[in-house]
């Protein structure tokens, strides 16, 4: 009762902000199509460390950052475009340059969430479903009601059986409601019990090495699932959902956050080239890399975010892919939506989901 009154009050003092998207949009430019496509996100990782590398309050922080000394070594610079390079180094060095990346405020160039609350479960609704749901404002283990991309896709003949998701999040079965459509998604310390000789040793070190087992399991172990159910199984849609940063964020470590950002950038720099060297995926195939929601943009409130939290909606996206132009970090002035997402998601498969109203991003 309580998360009801209090969606009725937050629609009352904060209205949808999407209202170009009750009417679905033509492209004058389609989409180009590719093959297959791969879906990444990290958790609660703000555009600020995206677009200007690490921030000089939070790194210089004894309370965020206890070595200071070292973390610095390895992130700082006093140029942002220097700093936001040694983070993110195959980000800047690859995807910028051959890619699309959008959400630099600094350019008035805005992605937000269109949900009213700038948490996780409403942030992965809104991305895979197109919609918003004022019902969904909890992160609780509940069944979504909601359809999504994933599920619609596997629906269709070209693509059945060919829809995979890993997350290091166990929530997400109940986001992608796997009860009502049985997509294979690995998520939390879940085992793939039919596997390779490698995927038993991952599961061996889920269950047996690993104590103390979180709502989040590493996202090196999530990863390593992925990629090896990837070399077996070559679906053509997969979903990569990595959750440390946020995790690290609301303990207050900021050194860990950043390692962690770091860290995910190499592994999808591992898995691009292993996609630019494997027959069926070189070339035919498109990354979207995004995160679910923002986090606080002041110093006293970083680890934080919600709809009470300023910066909590502010988000960010790339692209790249066959047919992508290579544009670069936009500069635009412009607004988009992760909303838009499920949408992107079926026109870079040359499908339509019928579902949304929303209608694709706009790229250039």
């Known amino acids: 009762m309580k998360n009801i009154w209090t969606c009725i009050i937050l629609v009352m003092l904060f209205p949808p902000v999407y209202k170009e998207q009750e009417k679905k ?6 989409l180009p199509v590719a093959g297959n496509l791969f879906i990444i996100t990290t958790d609660g990782f703000r555009w600020q460390e995206v677009f200007t590398g690490a921030d000089p309050a939070l790194i210089n922080s004894s309370k965020y950052t206890p070595d200071t000394s070292t973390i610095k070594m390895l992130y700082w610079a006093e140029n942002p475009e220097e700093r936001r390079k040694k ?4 980000f800047w060095n690859v995807i910028a340059q051959k890619g699309q990346v959008f959400g630099n405020r600094g350019y008035q160039n805005k992605v937000d ?3 009213l609350y700038s948490i996780s479960y409403p942030g992965y609704n809104e991305l895979f479903t197109g919609n918003t749901d004022m019902y969904i404002s909890s992160n609780k283990k509940r069944n979504n009601p909601n359809i999504n991309v994933l599920e619609y896709l596997d629906s269709r003949p070209s693509f059945a059986g060919k829809v995979a998701a890993f997350s290091s999040w166990d929530v997400f079965p109940y986001i992608l409601n796997t009860k009502r459509n049985n997509l294979p998604v690995n998520s939390g310390y879940n085992n793939i019990e039919e596997g390779t000789t490698y995927q038993q040793l991952i599961n061996t070190v889920q269950q047996e090495v ?6 989040t399991r590493y996202d090196q172990l999530t990863f390593l699932t992925a990629k090896e159910y990837l070399q077996q199984h070559n679906p053509r849609v997969l979903y990569l959902g990595l959750g440390e940063t946020d995790e690290f964020a609301h303990e207050g470590r900021y050194d860990l956050y950043l390692q962690q950002a770091s860290q995910v950038d190499r592994m999808i720099a591992e898995l691009w080239h292993w ?3 494997t027959p069926g995926y070189k070339d035919n195939t498109t990354f979207i890399i995004t995160t679910d929601h923002g986090r606080g943009s002041k110093a006293s409130n970083w680890t934080a975010h919600g709809e009470f939290i300023s910066g909590s909606s502010q988000t960010w996206f790339a692209v790249i892919g066959p047919g992508i132009k290579p544009a670069g970090e936009i500069k635009s002035n412009e607004q988009q939506y992760i909303q838009q997402m499920a949408q992107t998601i079926a026109h870079l498969l040359g499908e339509e989901f019928s579902i949304t109203a929303a209608s694709p991003v706009s790229l250039h």
């Open 210 to 215: 690993i104590y103390d087992k979180k709502p």
């Open 275 to 277: 996609v630019q060297t």
């Open 25 to 30: 949009e033509v492209l004058s430019t389609p």
């Open 113 to 115: 969430v269109a949900n």
């Open 87 to 90: 983070l993110l180094p195959f």
